[in-house]
């Protein structure tokens, strides 16, 4: 494969013509992967547009990577103002990473990216984001053997080696598990649970009350992760995105809240699979996908799902009744997830250093099973 530097030219992504490549790119880049499903056309153009809610606090930039006409990588970088309201740490972020397997290629990306967030006074660069680190984040070290759940990035064994030629380091590592929801609960922690189902009342999510049960998961989340590496609070806006989704994908019972003598503590949300929904549609809805789509969401249902949040207030957190809060709301929310007939779940992501966490999925037979890692570099 070539590989000299001047035959590669970027550039940024300013016209329909450009974002078209930037988005069509991973389809060409995938097309000998088994593994990787392509996402939805019309999700991918609302992430990258205004509609995003993620704009409202953040500014960002796209390249495109060509050798002669055509597309061999992507990159984009971000600044949350968010973000830096809370950490006041000149940090920036990359994201959407996509290239072939060239040194060269990764280079002029990421002196494009870099240029440009030293032009804004970034001092410091972390990622990979897409955009933020409350969507798809890290780049794929383990788990190629296996199809990316929803929500989740998949990748190319090359990548993490080429973000280190960057000169980037190792900043956390995050983990995917995979579960069984018939697991056999710990009779430890049943026990611990029995305890405390006198002050505890776990129950599913009120649809009549949408607005204020949206507010509650999304206080809980951000008090909970507050403390977390990276933190940055969803807000109401990105949530309701989120609730959105909530709306038409789920049963009552695939969100669970636990509440203490009656004050929301702890929550989880379950969502179906939707890429094993979609992993023949190449990422089109017309004309019959989304026909395909609805049936196998409604009727059919995947046998896949994943917990994409699930927090516990952080009073409860260094308590005994914090990891019980946990156990109690995942127990809960399994049993809607077998009467569906959900065979396998992913509960994504964890922090690797979450020893609490990743104790009480272990403890119920989670297994990690994919792992991605994020990077951070000082900007010379």
């Not at 999700?43 to 809610?53: C, F």
Request: hydrophobic share 40%; aromatic share 10%; with cysteine.
């Amino acid at each position: 494969m070539p590989s000299i530097t001047e035959e590669i030219r970027v550039h940024t992504v300013d016209s329909a013509r450009r974002l078209r490549d930037f988005l069509h790119l991973p389809a060409t880049l995938y097309s000998s992967d088994p593994q990787w499903i392509e996402p939805l056309q019309l999700e991918q153009k609302q992430r990258y547009s205004d509609k995003n809610p993620f704009f409202e606090h953040a500014r960002w930039r796209a390249w495109v990577a060509y050798r002669g006409k055509r597309p061999v990588g992507r990159i984009s970088a971000q600044i949350d103002e968010l973000q830096l309201r809370i950490h006041q740490n000149a940090t920036g972020h990359f994201g959407s990473l996509e290239a072939e397997q060239d040194p060269a290629v990764f280079t002029r990306l990421f002196d494009a990216a870099s240029e440009w967030l030293r032009s804004e006074g970034m001092q410091r660069v972390t990622g990979p984001f897409n955009l933020s680190v409350n969507e798809e984040c890290g780049a794929l070290i383990e788990g190629f053997d296996t199809p990316p759940c929803v929500m989740m990035g998949h990748g190319r064994p090359w990548y993490g080696e080429n973000i280190e030629n960057q000169g980037f380091n190792k900043a956390k590592d995050l983990l995917a598990y995979w579960i069984s929801p018939d697991f056999i609960s710990p009779k430890v922690m049943v026990a611990l649970a029995q305890r405390a189902s006198s002050r505890v009342h776990v129950r599913p999510l009120n649809r009549k009350a949408i607005k204020q049960e949206l507010a509650i998961l999304r206080n809980i989340f951000n008090d909970a992760w507050s403390e977390n590496w990276g933190f940055v609070p969803f807000t109401e806006a990105e949530f309701n995105e989120i609730g959105k989704a909530m709306t038409l994908l789920l049963d009552d019972d695939f969100v669970q809240i636990a509440e203490v003598d009656g004050e929301p503590a702890a929550m989880v949300v379950a969502l179906p699979n939707v890429n094993e929904a979609i992993s023949d549609l190449q990422g089109r809805l017309l004309p019959f996908g989304w026909a395909k789509l609805l049936w196998r969401l409604k009727v059919k249902f995947p046998v896949t799902a994943r917990v994409p949040l699930l927090g516990v207030l952080k009073k409860y957190q260094h308590s005994r009744l914090g990891p019980t809060l946990a156990f109690m709301i995942i127990d809960a929310v399994r049993h809607g997830l077998l009467r569906k007939g959900v065979t396998g779940v992913e509960l994504s992501w964890v922090l690797e250093d979450n020893a609490g966490m990743c104790s009480i999925i272990e403890s119920i037979g989670g297994v990690a099973y994919k792992r991605y890692r994020l990077y951070e570099k000082r900007l010379p």
